[in-house]
C-alpha cells in the first residue's frame, strides 16, 4: 500500500515537471487550432486520383507494427536533434490509411511466408508455406501440387511491366520469395535445405525458382551462398566456411542466371564498388547479391561494400522505369524483424529509419499521378512502448517512473524475447547501464530464444493513383487485389477502360514549418491523435 502511495506521489511530480518542459507556442491553443485547421483544409482540398497506376511502388517494413511505426518516428526526430513525437515520416504523408487482419487461415498469429502469399498472391495461407493457397501442408511436398498462386509481380510482369525485388534479407526469404516462388515450406532456400523426399516428389528448391518461374528485371539483397556449389568460397568471405556454396546439386545459378541473359545488358554484382559502375540506362537487367546470407543492419552496414536501402532502391526504379508500361517493385526492410526477433530495439528502430528515407527517394524519383505507392507491414511483434517518459526523452531511455520493485525500467520492452533476465525473482537493475546502444537487448517478460511475432493489425498507407481502396480495415489478401485493379493487371481489367494514367491531380500534403521534416497529413494526424487519446486515458485510469 505504501508502493501504491508512493508511486502516485510520484507519478503526480512527474507530471508536474513534465509540463514545464512543453515548447512554449505549444502552451498557445491557437497554436493546435492553427496547425488543425490548416491540415482540415488540406484534407477538405483532397480529389480522388483515379488514374490508371503505370507502377506500383511497393514498400514492405517485415514486422513494422505501429508500435515499432511510432517509435521509429521519434527516434528518427530525435537523431535530427528534435524532441521526435512530432516528427514527420515521409510515410505520414501517405493520404490514406488502413488497417490489414495478419492471421493465417491456420495461425492466429502468423508469419512472413503466410503474410507475403495474402498481400502478394491475394490469397490467405498456412504458416511457413510461400506462394500457395491453404490446402498445401506446410512441408508435404506433395501437397503444394497444384495448389500454386501466382503473385502481382508476375501479373505485371505478364503485361508487360519490368518487374524487381529489394530487400535487405537474402533474396530466397520469404517475403521475396512470395513474388516469384511456389514451396511447402519457407525454409527450402536451396537443394541442400530439402528432404530427400521432397527432391523425389519434383519440389523444387526457392533458389532455382528464382531463375526458373518469373523473369524479373532487378534482384537485390543478399544470399549468394544458396546460388552456388557446396564447397565453393565467397568472394568477399573466402575463409569463412559458412559462407560457401550450399547446393548438392552443382549448379552454379548466377553464371546460369548470366547465361540465360545472353545478347541482354545483365550485370551480376557482389560489391559497392561494382554495383555503382552499373550504368541504369543501359542495364536490361541487374542481379546483385551483396552477402552469402542477409544483408548487414544498417548500424553495421560497411558503406564502402554495402549500399544502403536508399541506393538500392534508387538504382532498381533507374533501371525499371524505362519500360514505358511502367513497372512493379517490392523494397523490403526485412531486417527490422529479425532485430526485433533479436529483442534490439536500437537495430530494428534503426532499420525502418532507413526504410523511410527509401521510401522518400522513391516518391523523389517517381510521379503521384501515375505511381502508386504503397507502405505496410506483414505483421507486429510484442514490443511495448510504456511508461510515462518525458516529452523528447530518448525512445531508448528509460521510464523515469520506476516499478515497484523500485528498478527502472526502459520506454521499449518486450512481451517475450532473450531479454528475459529475471534471477532470483528480481529483474536485473539498469540503473547505470546504457540501454540506448545497438547491443542493448531489451527485457522481456517471459523467456524465448528469440521474440515471437504478435498477431494485431498491421497499417497500410497509399498515395497515388487509386489510393483509396486501401482505407478501411481489411483482410490482407485485398491489398494484392486492390494494387492490381488500380493498375489494371491480373484478371480484373475493368479499372482500364476509358482511364488514362497521366491525368494531373491535387497532390495530397503540405509542408510541416514547426521542424522542417516534410509533410503532414490528416489521416496519420488522426492516428497519432488516437494514440494520445488511448495514452491519456490510460493515465486517467
Not at 367 to 396: C, W
Not at 455 to 467: H, K, T
Request: proline share 4%; net charge neutral.
Amino acid at each position: 500500500m505504501e508502493l501504491t502511495r508512493v508511486a502516485i506521489s510520484a507519478l503526480f511530480l512527474l507530471l508536474a515537471f513534465g509540463s514545464s518542459s512543453a515548447k512554449v507556442e505549444e502552451e498557445n491553443p491557437e497554436f493546435w487550432r492553427s496547425q488543425a485547421k490548416q491540415t482540415l483544409q488540406s484534407v477538405l482540398d483532397r480529389e480522388l486520383n483515379t488514374n490508371v497506376a503505370k507502377n506500383i511502388l511497393f514498400f514492405l517494413g517485415d514486422g513494422m507494427g505501429i508500435t515499432t511505426y511510432t517509435a521509429a518516428r521519434i527516434l528518427k526526430g530525435q537523431l535530427q536533434n528534435q524532441t521526435g513525437e512530432e516528427t514527420v515520416m515521409t510515410m505520414d504523408t501517405f493520404p490514406s490509411v488502413g488497417l490489414a487482419k495478419t492471421y493465417s487461415v491456420d495461425f492466429q498469429i502468423a508469419d512472413s511466408a503466410a503474410t507475403a502469399t495474402a498481400y502478394l498472391c491475394g490469397v490467405k495461407t498456412n504458416l511457413n508455406t510461400i506462394g500457395v493457397s491453404a490446402a498445401t501442408r506446410n512441408g508435404v511436398c506433395k501437397s503444394q501440387k497444384g495448389n500454386e498462386v501466382t503473385s502481382i509481380l508476375k501479373w505485371a510482369k505478364d503485361a508487360g511491366k519490368s518487374v524487381g525485388i529489394v530487400t535487405t534479407t537474402r533474396v530466397q526469404h520469404a517475403t521475396p520469395a512470395a513474388t516469384y516462388a511456389h514451396t511447402a515450406s519457407r525454409k527450402w532456400y536451396s537443394d541442400a535445405d530439402m528432404p530427400a523426399g521432397a527432391k523425389k516428389d519434383g519440389c523444387t528448391d526457392i533458389s532455382s525458382q528464382l531463375l526458373s518461374n518469373t523473369d524479373i528485371d532487378v534482384i537485390i539483397g543478399g544470399g549468394r551462398k544458396y546460388m552456388t556449389p557446396r564447397g565453393t568460397k565467397d568472394p568477399e568471405y573466402p575463409r569463412d566456411y559458412s559462407s560457401w556454396g550450399k547446393r548438392k546439386d552443382g549448379r552454379d545459378l548466377i553464371k546460369e542466371w548470366q547465361s540465360m541473359k545472353f545478347g541482354k545488358v545483365a550485370h551480376y554484382v557482389w560489391n559497392k564498388t561494382d554495383f555503382d559502375a552499373v550504368d541504369p540506362e543501359t542495364t536490361d537487367y541487374l542481379m546483385a547479391l551483396f552477402e552469402p546470407g542477409d544483408l548487414r543492419f544498417e548500424a553495421d552496414r560497411d558503406p564502402n561494400m554495402d549500399p544502403s536501402i536508399v541506393e538500392t532502391t534508387e538504382k532498381a526504379i533507374r533501371i525499371l522505369q524505362k519500360n514505358p508500361k511502367g513497372f512493379f517493385l517490392l523494397v523490403e526492410g526485412g531486417r527490422i524483424d529479425q532485430a526485433h526477433h533479436a529483442g534490439r530495439a536500437y537495430m530494428a528502430l534503426h532499420e525502418a529509419v532507413a526504410l523511410d528515407y527509401a521510401i522518400a527517394k522513391g516518391l523523389e524519383l517517381t510521379k503521384e499521378n501515375e505511381t502508386l505507392t504503397i507502405v505496410m507491414a506483414d505483421h507486429s511483434h510484442p514490443m511495448t512502448f510504456n511508461g510515462y517518459p518525458f516529452r523528447g526523452q530518448s525512445i531508448l531511455g528509460k521510464s523515469p517512473l520506476w516499478a515497484m520493485d523500485v528498478l527502472p525500467y526502459t520506454t521499449l520492452m518486450y512481451g517475450n524475447g532473450p531479454g528475459h533476465k529475471v534471477a532470483n525473482g528480481t529483474r536485473p537493475d539498469i540503473r547505470n547501464v546504457n540501454t540506448k546502444t545497438k547491443d542493448y537487448v531489451q527485457l522481456a517478460a517471459v523467456p524465448t530464444e528469440s521474440a515471437t511475432h504478435s498477431g494485431e493489425d498491421v497499417a497500410v498507407l497509399a498515395r497515388g493513383p487509386m489510393a483509396h481502396l486501401f482505407q478501411g480495415v481489411q483482410e490482407q489478401n485485398y491489398i494484392a487485389h486492390a494494387m492490381a485493379y488500380a493498375a489494371c493487371v491480373g484478371a480484373d481489367q475493368r479499372h482500364c477502360q476509358g482511364k488514362q494514367t497521366a491525368a494531373p491531380v491535387v497532390h495530397t500534403t503540405l509542408t510541416d514549418d514547426r521542424n522542417g521534416a516534410g509533410a503532414i497529413h490528416g489521416s496519420a494526424v488522426l492516428l497519432s491523435s488516437l494514440l494520445c487519446v488511448m495514452l491519456a486515458l490510460t493515465v486517467g485510469l
